[in-house]
């Protein structure tokens, strides 16, 4: 480096070549001619991790192996997981059906039966028929005429007693001149003639002896109706037993072939003869109720029967029925689900209500099965973020993956609610493998956070959002990209399409050296390209066409780019890019905004004065600097002071600022660019301004690579192109970062013109001289620099601020003592 | 094809439906079923409520006991005032009764409350070309002290056609028993071809062995006049045990009876009412 030389026109020695700034895909290695020719993958390769901790989830049948896939979205985690899973359950055995019944003895509490699969919905249709039966049966029985004949036996026996009775008191009452008579209240007793109650004056002109005589009979027969009264409940009782036991015996002679007919055809399922029997029994013991509903369906006048009969309509016969809640009549293999919306009810189930005279009712056949249900036995996907979302659906998927068994409660049973009446169904034992797929601080959040996570998902299959490019991997990525396509069914891309593709994901990855493997962008990428090639008529996606996929996205998403550029080459946000200045520099920032981020230039300036050793970061004092920014100004001071002041104070206080920066600013990716811009100021070195540099910097001035390489030299360089380029123009970036970049085409075209060059740097020295065309000074034996290097400069000017630091500690001292 | 014709309104036919509503008898059903009969007729519907005049005697009387439900007790007074006042009641109660029936079935009705001797104010207040209507004993309302017997009785007497309504019935399969007059035969065909169900074709008939050749006779041909079958059933004699078994066995849900079947005497239609599986009714 020479001294003297203008600033910011740097050797363009240093500059790197053209075929640096892109790496392109070797063409002739894609021994294709389309993407049609190509064995289509189902999945990203380079998940080998993942997909090998998915395959011991998946294959671990014990406690607590289930999985938790972590990844950025996109990286295809849901289609790999569900593929592996359907090819693991095509292969097991086929899970059982579940039902519940009701449950006769206690009906808030239903039953659940297993059964084989497939003889869960043909018992339903068995019940029903049975049910179309007993509709039939049952009516016919009680109408025939040896139960009429029967039924008349028994109320003529009760009312022959009866009758003899009241028919022996009415005749005594009669044959003593006593009338029984009915009052509001009940019966009255009181002497008649000829049909008639004697009046007061009649009965006192009876003779002493008479009246005497009537009302000793009156309590005779007061006191002999009290009795028969007394009896009446419990002769009706009596005959209401044998009524009962007369109805079921006609019914079980009825229903009793139907049902042992179902009894034979279950005989290998004895919890579900169990239930037929109690079913036969519940049959028996409520007939008096199906003739109420008889009679009430017929009609019988009574006003209130309509209401009677829908009452019982729903409690008779469709108790019987079967609610089956999981039916594999038509499956093969174990359950594969996915639940996109996993809110409590989708997951384990709810209890319906139908309303009934204004009240809301329940029973068995209204429990409606959950996710976990269908998945019993199999394996069930949940987006993690989703489920966290929904009230109790976390804490209750723990709940039943620790217990093993599904048991539907409402979230009013959860927070111990009053609410309309329910049911507490017999638990299902459940037997689900759980996946769920999320982010990653989803997952150390939980891990951290949630004690039982790691107990329940023990197994992490950690998905990568990039792949190594190599020859070998550019060639699966080729097979990712034909999978894609078959999958989407879109046109087969041609050689130059992969190969723009693969370009697009190592630009995607933001490193010429890997490629990113987040199929959703990829996907929608080439979609969009299938779509601009079909509008053109060509059967086969082109590279053109690709190209065209991504300017258009790019063009999408950059009205504030656009803007920001605008308003640079209109002076409202001040950028040089031409002449040189010092104590300023032209750092880089990027600007991520939905789906693009874009780089841009940003104004940094210095100012030194004499102080104590402190850079100050004016974004730190505001509050709009990070914690990580203001880390990298901190460091700039251990440098100047490791480098320059390790004899003497480091009487320096210096001020930074990112100018016309009114929002946060994070990161330390423009440390380079402040520590130059705080030399250019010391050493009173104009810095160039048709340069921008970034970086971070340690304390020993080595450059770090950052992130966002790529878009902050198109951000400069979108700039420049607006001023003019003048073959002057660059970036500075950390050598670190060479093998990032991936730049675009007119970028990478300017630098092979001439008219753009990117630079790139291992230390702040090598910066210093790009930026200001001085030399930056190489430490003699003595340990002292060139004076007319930058770093001479800086010494001298630094032991000049010491210097005066210390006169006015003297004078101070002087000052005190007078 | 048209339902069968019944009898001629202003000739055989059935102008109001009377229903006597004493004290035991304040079920809806039958309210309600009186109601849809008199539909069925195209009648009016009345309720009589029936104060008897002994219950005013027997609240007067000293001496008289009354007897209430419940544990035994002393027999305890009347309140000649508290009667009064349960009576009123029980008529508002009867008449809302019959409002509502009346409304729900669309047919016209009024109310009236009888004080008197019964059965004869009942009676007298019952023209010929009305149907009485009363509440049959059954377990639930034992005849004990109701006024329903000595109304049927004097019914019969008066030559008045009465119904015995009793535990819920479609009246729709009704079967006929004749007896020996001619016209009461034709009159009570009258009434059960109004009740068959959706315009049915066929008709119950029993006779007792013995009946006058003619009335089978007229009775076919007065049915098939009129697009009716008549299924005749033989019964052994016309008594009250044949007749409920006959209704019993065919599913019957009414029993239209003439008059002058001599098994109605002596509290006979309330036995057969109290023991049968429908309503009877009693046409004269």
Same mark, same amino acid.
């Given at each position: 480096m020479r001294n003297g030389s203008v600033a910011g026109s740097a050797d363009r020695t240093s500059a790197l070549a053209p075929e640096m700034l892109y790496r392109r895909c070797d063409?002739?290695?894609? #021994?294709?001619? #389309? #993407?049609?020719e190509l064995a289509p993958l189902a999945h990203a390769p380079g998940q080998a991790r993942a997909i090998e901790a998915i395959a011991l989830g998946l294959g671990m049948r014990r406690d607590g192996f289930n999985i938790y896939a972590l990844g950025p979205s996109g990286t295809g985690k849901r289609s790999v997981i569900l593929h592996l899973m359907r090819q693991r359950a095509a292969d097991e055995p086929t899970p059982a059906d579940w039902i519940y019944v009701n449950n006769f003895a206690d009906p808030h509490r239903p039953n659940a039966i297993q059964l084989p699969p497939g003889r869960g919905g043909a018992l339903r249709q068995d019940m029903r028929s049975l049910i179309e039966e007993l509709r039939v049966a049952i009516p016919a029985a009680f109408e025939s005429e040896d139960y009429r004949t029967r039924r008349h036996v028994i109320d003529g026996q009760f009312k022959e007693r009866h009758d003899k009775l009241i028919s022996a008191i009415e005749q005594r009452a009669k044959a003593q001149g006593v009338g029984i008579i009915r009052t509001p209240m009940g019966m009255g007793l009181a002497p008649v003639r000829n049909g008639e109650v004697l009046a007061p004056e009649q009965f006192a002109q009876l003779p002493a002896e008479e009246q005497e005589r009537l009302q000793q009979e009156m309590e005779a027969i007061h006191q002999q109706l009290q009795e028969v009264m007394q009896q009446l409940p419990r002769w009706e009782s009596e005959r209401r037993a044998a009524v009962r036991d007369l109805n079921r015996e006609i019914i079980r002679f009825a229903i009793g072939h139907l049902i042992q007919a179902l009894k034979e055809r279950y005989a290998d399922l004895p919890d579900v003869t169990e239930h037929l029997k109690v079913v036969e029994e519940d049959l028996a013991e409520n007939a008096e109720e199906f003739l109420l509903q008889r009679a009430a369906m017929a009609g019988d006048g009574a006003l209130e029967a309509p209401v009677r009969g829908a009452g019982r309509e729903a409690g008779t016969f469709d108790r019987y029925l079967v609610n089956l809640i999981v039916d594999h009549a038509n499956d093969t293999g174990a359950p594969v689900l996915e639940e996109d919306h996993p809110s409590l009810s989708n997951l384990i189930g709810r209890i319906e209500h139908r309303s009934m005279f204004g009240t809301l009712v329940t029973d068995f056949s209204l429990i409606m099965p959950g996710a976990l249900h269908k998945a019993n036995g199999g394996y069930l996907v949940l987006d993690a973020r989703r489920l966290l979302l929904q009230p109790f659906a976390w804490d209750e998927l723990k709940r039943t993956m620790r217990a093993r068994e599904i048991r539907i409660r409402s979230a009013p049973d959860l927070l111990s609610l009053p609410s309309a009446s329910t049911l507490d169904p017999e638990p299902i034992p459940c037997d689900v493998k759980v996946v769920l797929t999320g982010d990653r601080l989803l997952y150390y959040l939980l891990s951290e956070y949630d004690p039982e996570f790691g107990e329940l998902f023990k197994v992490a299959a950690d998905f990568d959002d990039e792949m190594a490019r190599s020859a070998d991997s550019e060639l699966a990525y080729a097979g990712l990209i034909a999978g894609i396509a078959s999958r989407e069914k879109l046109q087969p891309l041609d050689r130059g399409a992969v190969a723009r593709m693969i370009e697009h994901g190592a630009r995607l990855a933001g490193d010429a050296e890997r490629l990113s493997v987040r199929l959703e962008g990829i996907a929608d990428l080439m979609r969009e390209a299938d779509h601009y090639a079909r509008q053109e008529g060509r059967p086969v996606t082109a590279a053109a066409d690709i190209q065209a996929a991504i300017d258009a996205q790019i063009r999408r998403a950059s009205r504030i780019r656009e803007r920001v550029l605008d308003e640079i080459a209109r002076g409202v946000i001040m950028i040089d890019s031409a002449g040189a200045k010092v104590g300023q520099v032209n750092g880089l920032s990027v600007t991520q905004l939905g789906g693009i981020a874009f780089g841009r230039p940003s104004r940094i300036t210095a100012r030194v004065r004499l102080g104590k050793g402190e850079v100050v970061d004016i974004e730190r004092e505001v509050e709009l600097g990070g914690p990580i920014h203001s880390k990298g100004v901190l460091i700039l001071a251990g440098f100047l002071g490791g480098r320059f002041a390790r004899r003497r104070p480091l009487a320096l206080s210096a001020s930074l600022v990112f100018e016309q920066s009114y929002g946060g600013v994070e990161g330390d990716s423009a440390s380079m660019a402040e520590l130059c811009a705080i030399l250019s100021m010391l050493a009173g070195v104009p810095i160039g301004q048709n340069l921008a540099i970034t970086g971070s910097v340690n304390q020993n001035g080595e450059s770090q690579p950052i992130g966002g390489v790529n878009e902050k030299i198109e951000g400069f360089f979108d700039v420049c192109l607006r001023a003019g380029l003048d073959g002057r123009q660059g970036v500075v970036i950390p050598a670190a970062n060479v093998k990032h970049l991936m730049l675009r085409q007119d970028v990478v075209d300017a630098v092979a013109a001439g008219r753009f060059a990117v630079h790139a740097v291992a230390g702040v020295d090598q910066a210093m001289e790009i930026l200001t065309g001085v030399e930056a000074g190489v430490p003699d034996a003595a340990g002292k620099y060139p004076p007319d290097s930058v770093n001479g400069r800086v010494e001298a000017e630094l032991a000049a601020l010491a210097d005066r630091a210390q006169q006015f500690a003297v004078g101070e001292r002087k000052g005190d003592r007078a | 094809m048209s339902p069968p014709a019944g009898p001629r309104r202003g000739e055989d036919g059935i102008d109001r439906l009377v229903v006597a509503l004493d004290l035991a008898a304040q079920d809806m059903a039958e309210i309600g079923m009186a109601a849809d009969l008199a539909a069925r007729f195209g009648a009016a519907l009345e309720g009589i409520f029936i104060e008897d005049a002994n219950l005013f005697r027997l609240a007067a009387l000293p001496v008289a006991r009354q007897i209430a439900m419940g544990p035994p007790t002393a027999g305890s007074m009347f309140d000649p005032a508290q009667l009064e006042s349960d009576l009123r009641a029980l008529a508002r109660r009867a008449e809302d009764a019959v409002s509502i029936a009346a409304k729900r079935a669309g047919v016209r009705w009024s109310f009236r409350a009888v004080r008197g001797a019964v059965p004869s104010a009942v009676i007298a207040a019952v023209a010929s070309r009305d149907l009485l209507v009363l509440a049959a004993p059954t377990r639930a309302r034992p005849a004990l002290g109701s006024l329903g017997p000595l109304l049927c009785r004097a019914a019969l007497e008066a030559e008045r056609s009465f119904a015995l309504l009793s535990r819920p019935a479609g009246l729709q399969r009704p079967l006929v028993v004749l007896g020996t007059d001619a016209r009461l035969a034709i009159a009570a065909l009258g009434v059960a071809s109004q009740l068959l169900a959706g315009g049915g074709r066929t008709l119950d008939i029993a006779l007792a062995a013995g009946t006058v050749d003619g009335i089978e006779a007229a009775a076919t041909a007065w049915l098939r006049e009129r697009g009716i079958e008549p299924r005749i059933r033989r019964v052994a004699a016309a008594t009250v045990a044949q007749i409920q078994q006959a209704a019993l066995s065919a599913g019957n849900d009414a029993l239209i009876l003439a008059a002058d079947l001599s098994c109605l005497a002596a509290g006979g239609a309330e036995s057969l009412a109290a023991g049968s599986p429908c309503p009877v009714i009693v046409v004269r």
């Open positions: 063409q002739s290695r894609l #021994t294709f001619a #389309t #993407t049609a | -």
